[in-house]
């Protein structure tokens, strides 16, 4: 069972940046691709970024392409997420995510992280 811990959210102002880290633990042998994902309030959660465990493949959603970069650290277990030139419309809880090898669906979700970006 793999558990996922986010951290590293906060309020910065518009055109500032954040890292975002997610710390992977017990299983991290099965998972294929590590993803990050949003919610806005009274939006659906979207499709951020992923990179895969074993690979440096990485793909982003078309609104933060350029801006964002997602990283890993194997030896920590680590997953990050660089968020630079952040705008308010980044403002959402953000929740790391791991698919297993193979696996369709995403199947371990972190508790989240709230990142406010005050204009």
């Known amino acids: 069972q793999v558990q996922l811990v986010e951290s590293g959210g906060g309020l910065v102002q518009a055109g500032g940046s954040l890292r975002l880290s997610c710390a992977a633990s017990?299983?991290?042998?099965?998972?294929?691709?590590m993803g990050w994902f949003r919610q806005a309030p009274g939006k659906e959660r979207e499709f951020v970024a992923r990179?895969?465990?074993?690979?440096?493949?990485?793909y982003y959603a078309d609104s933060v392409k350029g801006r964002f970069t997602v990283s890993r650290d194997n030896a920590k277990n680590t997953v990050y997420l660089q968020m630079n030139s952040l705008k308010p419309e980044d403002t959402a809880v953000y929740y790391c995510?791991?698919?297993?090898?193979?696996?369709?669906?995403?199947?371990?979700w972190g508790q989240g992280t709230q990142v406010t970006v005050s204009s």
């Open positions: 990179i895969n465990w074993s690979a440096d493949s990485t």
């Open positions: 995510a791991a698919k297993k090898v193979f696996a369709l669906s995403y199947d371990y």
């Open positions: 017990g299983g991290t042998f099965s998972i294929g691709v």
